[in-house]
């Protein structure tokens, strides 16, 4: 998080990491990489090669495990993608079942999707700007009612006020 005072403070923020299981089959790899190659070409060699198969699954593992979803005052940031909340129509969290079956069959494929496989759970964002191509992002959150609840206080909140007046 960054101290700069420019920054809107966030209300919600969650990074979408690797889970440890999947560090634990990445270490069960390199390992039997090191044991193969090393039996076969010399512990050197098997040295050699773990080193660079090591880095390769940390150079993949890292930068997927980066995203960071943020709610503050302008906006909703999911990983590089913004989205102003004059652009939000409102969040929906889904449970597990709801958000398999919004990525399956009811799928639009039109969506901006932030899926991780390790996550089940996940909140439809609805995106109100018809300029946009996107009807609605699909994000997964760890957290996907308290990012749902965040996301809809901040959209009612960034709507003009005769559009609240008139819903009254």
């Known amino acids: 998080m960054s101290s700069d005072p420019r920054q809107p403070a966030p209300v919600f923020q969650e990074r979408l990491s690797v889970p440890l299981r999947w560090w634990l089959v990445a270490l069960s790899f390199v390992i039997s990489v090191f044991v193969a190659v090393a039996f076969y070409l010399g512990p050197g060699n098997g040295l050699i090669l773990t080193a660079a198969c090591a880095a390769i699954v940390v150079a993949v593992l890292v930068p997927y495990g980066s995203r960071t979803i943020t709610v503050d005052d302008e906006a909703l940031t999911?990983?590089?993608?913004?989205?102003?909340?004059?652009?939000?129509?409102?969040?929906?969290?889904?449970?597990?079942?709801?958000?398999?079956?919004?990525?399956?069959?009811?799928?639009?494929?039109?969506?901006?999707?932030?899926?991780?496989?390790?996550?089940?759970?996940?909140?439809?964002?609805?995106?109100?700007?018809?300029?946009?191509?996107?009807?609605?992002?699909?994000?997964?959150?760890?957290?996907?009612?308290?990012?749902?609840?965040?996301?809809?206080?901040?959209?009612?909140?960034?709507?003009?006020?005769?559009?609240?007046?008139?819903?009254?």
């Open 78 to 168: 999911v990983g590089p993608h913004r989205i102003e909340w004059a652009w939000v129509g409102g969040a929906k969290a889904l449970d597990a079942a709801a958000a398999r079956h919004r990525l399956g069959p009811d799928a639009d494929v039109r969506a901006h999707l932030v899926v991780r496989p390790y996550i089940p759970e996940g909140v439809e964002v609805t995106v109100v700007d018809i300029a946009d191509p996107h009807p609605y992002w699909f994000v997964n959150s760890r957290r996907a009612a308290e990012l749902a609840d965040a996301i809809n206080a901040r959209a009612v909140a960034s709507l003009p006020a005769e559009t609240t007046d008139a819903e009254s």
